[in-house]
């Protein structure tokens, strides 16, 4: 038997890279990795299991005989191929905000709704990287006492806009360091040694489209249409991982003792939570992990059956290849790949 086909569109990108190194070292057998990317990164080349393979240009194609396709290149780039990848016979996992609310969609964390699977068409949707680590911690404490209302801020890292971000804050940094003014390009205002409450655009309301995917995409996912969820989207001066404070309020009562319990049995969530010796997560610890962790779990004591929380986890893995490489996985477990399995590999 032979191992999987597989594509990889945007492999050139930050999430794309992180995609080709973790199945680089996994368990999935790979057969063909065709890596994929714009007209402009076509012809040079990314490393995959010790070997530089050639990126080619993605177009709509250069699915034939895939079995799987990887989306990490943005909405338009799926609007436009993921379909094709499909007719083509492969199973797309998107990345990309184009069909996560897309009802005939199914929206994925596989240790949150991985029975969501069986529902796909070819086309299975990952979530926003500052939801999956979200609803990781949100799971097991709905299921135990239930969730009335969720408040949560994120502190997002820069990665999570790219290359030319994480540059940015690099060079504004030693720009403001050496005494020189630092100068904002890819955000509207400088990010070194600062905030930005502003992620994605305005809409008419006031929230900004990351904090409507947050929203949106927690109750599609928990599969709670109703549940009451505000958040606010603040970019961080950090390279990499996401942080969330989270307050939430909950049907029953749960001590903190007791959701340290719940959280530490919970699959993929990691408590670090001893503030009397400094302990609790952050982004340094985060960087390069897979876990989600949380801390700084205690009784909101302004609310009934009130509970603060601080999530912290890696956008670039768990937030989006991770999370992304889980959902083949899951399918592979489940029976659900086109192919049969086997020890082939590139």
Known sequence: MEGLRVAVVGATGLVGQKILEILGAGRIPVAELRPMASQRSAGSSVEFRGKRLTVIPAGPREFAGCDVAFFAAGSSVSKELAP?????????????????????????????????????????????????????????????????????????????????????????????????????????????????????????????????????????????????????????????????????????????GDARRLLAGAEGVSVVDDPQHHLYPTPVDATGRDEVFVGRIREDHSARNGLNLWIVADNLRKGAATNAVQILEALIRKGMVLRPLGGGTV
């Open 84 to 256: 094709a990848a499909v007719e083509q016979g492969a199973i797309c996992i998107d990345k990309s905000n184009a069909f996560r609310m897309n009802p005939s969609v199914p929206l994925v964390v596989p240790e949150v709704n991985s029975a969501d699977l069986a529902l796909h068409s070819g086309l299975i949707a990952s979530p926003n990287c500052s939801t999956i680590q979200l609803v990781l911690v949100l799971k097991p404490i709905h299921d135990a006492v239930g969730l009335e209302r969720v408040v949560v801020s994120t502190y997002q890292s820069v990665s999570g806009t790219g290359h030319a971000a994480i540059a940015e804050l690099r060079q504004q940094s030693n720009d403001i360091l050496e005494g020189r003014d630092a100068r904002a390009v890819v955000y509207s205002r400088p990010i070194a040694f600062n905030l930005i409450p502003q992620i994605d655009s305005f809409d008419d309301s006031g929230y900004t489209l990351e904090e409507r995917k947050l929203m949106d995409e927690s109750r599609k996912i928990l599969g709670l249409p109703d549940l009451k969820v505000t958040a606010t989207a603040v970019r961080a001066p950090v390279f990499f991982a996401h942080c969330e404070a989270v307050n939430l309020q909950t049907r029953k009562p749960l001590t903190p």
